[in-house]
């Protein structure tokens, strides 16, 4: 099986490296558009600032890439913000592949942290890919920005405010949290994207 893993100076792209290589797949990072077209699998990475991220997406001409790939396409963090269509950071145009948007976290109160740092626990719905099973366990999470809850939403999770932990849309899936970073859980999530047949 051939991964590509998308390669635009992002942060965490040699973590889903080896996080990929734990489960015996060699991922390949690239920003060739032949190579990811090429690509059994695709995972879309990010850790960085919306605005940015966008603009060097679209010097490498990725912006239009992606959104038309035809084969399962994973999103992670910062990835999964920007497969929506509006972002809050810096009033960004976003890639537009799933019609939910995303907004800054607002603290109720000076005890409450933003970004949202650390473990938290995600709920499942029925016949999601990340599997039912793993259903109220904890996975590991880096952000201040969050996704809607939306008719894409398949799983979520609760800090200020419900927020989707999970979205899916055709071939394109997604993980606010970071799986390779969420031990044996996050494992089983990307091993479930892995051998996903859409």
Known sequence: MKVAIIDYNAGNVQSVKFALERLGINGILTNDYKEILGADKVIF???GEANSTMIQLQKLGL???IPNLKQPVLGV???MQLMCSHSEE???NCLNIIEQKVFRFQPTSKLVKVPHVGWNNISVKNNSWISKKNSEKYVYFVHSYFVEIGEFTIA???YIQPFSAALKKDNFYATQFHPEKSGSVGEQI???FLTTNL
């Open 45 to 47: 990475p990010g850790v």
């Open 63 to 65: 912006d239009k890439v």
């Open 77 to 79: 963090c910062l990835g």
């Open 90 to 92: 810096n009033d960004t």
């Open 156 to 158: 979520t999770t609760d």
């Open 190 to 192: 990307l091993q479930n």
